[in-house]
């Protein structure tokens, strides 16, 4: 698995991270977004959708759970926040989605361990202070 770090600063950056790496991660069946509140991940699948050519605005599913964007390649977006474990990914359809063709985006994939397909692209924030992350990405 092929890993590489990257260090943005705010939420432009993290956007314009994710339009760069668009390319290589959507050839992936999934991208699965790791990190805690407030790091990125949003911003990151903001810049992805803008990519993909999707022109409507991109917000959290924190409680819709999963929001579909339209594009050259449509992009669903999850948020694993509020599911307990995998089984309730799968009750919302989850293999449906990734059958659609759509590039199904996570954000909090750690809540749904062992839920994603052979290919899956892994990106993980941490952060280094009030704007500053370390972006991990690992591509299969």
Not at 12 to 30: D, F, K, M, S
Not at 78 to 96: C, N, Q, S, T, V
Not at 107 to 123: C, I, K, L, Q
Request: a negative charge.
């Amino acid at each position: 698995m092929e890993e590489q770090i990257y260090i943005t600063h705010g939420a432009a950056e993290t956007e314009a991270l994710a339009q760069r790496l668009a390319p290589v991660l959507e050839r992936a069946p999934a991208v699965a977004l790791y990190g805690g509140l407030g790091m990125g991940k949003t911003a990151f699948t903001r810049g992805l959708a803008r990519a993909l050519g999707c022109t409507v605005s991109v917000t959290s599913p924190t409680y819709t759970i999963v929001n579909e964007y339209p594009g050259r390649r449509k992009l669903c977006h999850f948020d694993m926040y509020r599911l307990g474990d995998a089984d309730a990914l799968y009750d919302i359809g989850w293999e449906d989605y990734l059958a659609s063709g759509a590039l199904c985006v996570t954000e909090w994939s750690e809540n749904v361990p062992g839920a994603f397909p052979e290919g899956t692209a892994e990106v993980h924030f941490s952060r280094i202070d009030d704007e500053t992350r370390e972006i991990k990405v690992k591509l299969c």
